[in-house]
């Protein structure tokens, strides 16, 4: 088959501008593309990247463990780091996980791939181990207990302050006694919310009770169920005025039982998310967020992986978010 | 390294169990597959697919082209797929495509995958032959008329039906004059639902004007900018009373504009989405749609990819959908 050299002097052109074309880089000519792509099917050539690979023992791959891709704020952080991911030439990988399918996680992706980010994952302690006797980064996009006491690096906004400057926007609204509602059982970055959550309110001066901390299991629909046995447990009025969520479709299914109960927001109880995806923006009133720079936080993400694939230490990175104020709070 | 075999000889159970502890199967009993785990830690065995690979010459690898993750339609048909491929012990590339990265995309994933799933995608002609040399099987979610024409099967609902019994529901509600929002540039998706449509118009004995075909490009801020254009364009009131728009992000931002411009619906404006995302269930007034069964078309996918990989000749698929009326029409 011919080589990339080959095609770059039947086409005029450097064999940098071939890899270009190659890898779908913008800045070459439509005309210079033209001219390569022509000189590419003339000669037959059509790179095969599974032989680049046993070469340089490097597969090109990358791979992004999700916990539920049902949530529009994961597919979106997803999409954007494929978007950079495709800039670097790398295919991503992803894969739903869970403890239970750890094994299975293992065996599928040793010798496959160059790096791996954890998508508001953490993985068991020995699975840290395994993996790092195989050389391949990890880096963690939402920030993990777990994966910070193994020096794994991570991307996440500051939500100390982000949610400081939520209890502070309650509390110019009268509010002092503030509910929250969290994903207790499975993935590490509500953990990290709530923690955040817990000492701003203690910053601001503000108490916490056992019963104003909910579990609505990260989805909209467990959400609902357990808010609405909530409301039910509490005839006589709720025992706090506002509520954070930690994601946007528990917020979405906490305002839906509210619609449904007469209960008027924000006049009797005002609502916070903590992502800003696009159906905060459909609902009615429209939800309160924290706005967290997806876009941002995917491109990032890239960097640091190629960095941390140059075997260069690095540091994690927390960004600045910002409040959205809409009409539920 | 330990083999397979000794693993199982350690744990007192068959080659076969070891396979289907390290596949996640859950047919399993914990305590065997924890003896099997132990085994496996014991003995230092750790399966390297890579070296599996090459020596059968399958990747276990599977591609899954999107077209934008950001639609929750699309993000929940590749949750599925996902799925059902894991199950089957597959890992699942996705990639974003367009026409211009189609050299990219070429030259990523030859040599790396087993099959290609098209996710409401279609290639350039000239694509398929060259994927075909590869004798890697390709098969279409969601119907589209050029993969039709080059024999690839597909899996989709029937348009052709649930546009009928979408048009009669609104003729019973006294609409005759019916609008239709699609995405008339990239995706083969929203192209065969439109001709489904139009088809399904005329046998309704319903006129079809040019005026009454939109597009919203796909998105929600998109459908939302040309709705509102149209709108201004008709100040004394819109030239159809009802509107079926090809995928429910355009519907979400029809709605939206209508809110915005104070047209009541249902009763100035009918609005039907065509997928039953989540967010329908959350706008005011909730969205009657098309109900496209997801789930059900993921897993029929990676059944059908298993065939078609073992050589056999597979039929297209035609799964029924369901009306599902709700409050805005």
Sequence with gaps: MASRQEVAERAGVSVAVV???????????????????AAMKELGYEPNLLARSLKTKK????AVLVNYLGNPFEAGLLLHIESAARDESFLVFFQSYTPETEEQLISSLRGRVDGIILLGQQLMTETYD???????????VTQSPNAQERGIPYIDVNWAV????????????????????????????????????????????LELQDEILLNGEGRLENASEVFQRFVNNYPSGLPFSA????????????????????IQIPEQL????????????????????IHYPRDEIGKLAMEMMKELMEK???ASRTLTGHLVIRNSS
């Excluded at 270009?20 to 005309?31: A, D, I, P, R």
């Excluded at 395994?130 to 963690?140: G, N």
């Excluded at 609204?173 to 959550?197: E, P």
């Excluded at 005002?270 to 967020?289: D, F, H, R, W």
Aim: some cysteine; aromatic content about 4%; proline content about 2%.
């Design 59 to 62: 597969t090109g791959q990358l």
């Design 19 to 37: 890899s270009y074309v190659l890898n779908g880089k913008t800045n070459v000519k439509m005309e210079t593309r033209v001219r390569v792509l």
């Design 312 to 314: 260069r230490q690095m």
């Design 270 to 289: 005002a609502i916070l998310g903590s992502e800003n995806i696009l159906m905060t923006t459909l609902t009615e009133p429209k939800l309160s967020v």
């Design 243 to 262: 509520i954070i969520c930690s994601n946007d479709l528990m917020a979405a299914g906490v305002l839906d039982v509210c619609k449904k109960n007469g």
């Design 162 to 205: 982000l949610y400081r400057q939520a209890i502070q926007h309650l509390k110019d609204k009268g509010h002092t006694s503030i509910g929250y509602m969290s994903d207790s059982q499975s993935s590490s970055y509500h953990v990290n919310r709530l923690l955040n959550f817990q000492e701003a309110m203690l910053a601001e001066g």
């Design 130 to 140: 395994r993996i790092s006797e195989w050389d391949v980064p990890i880096l963690s």
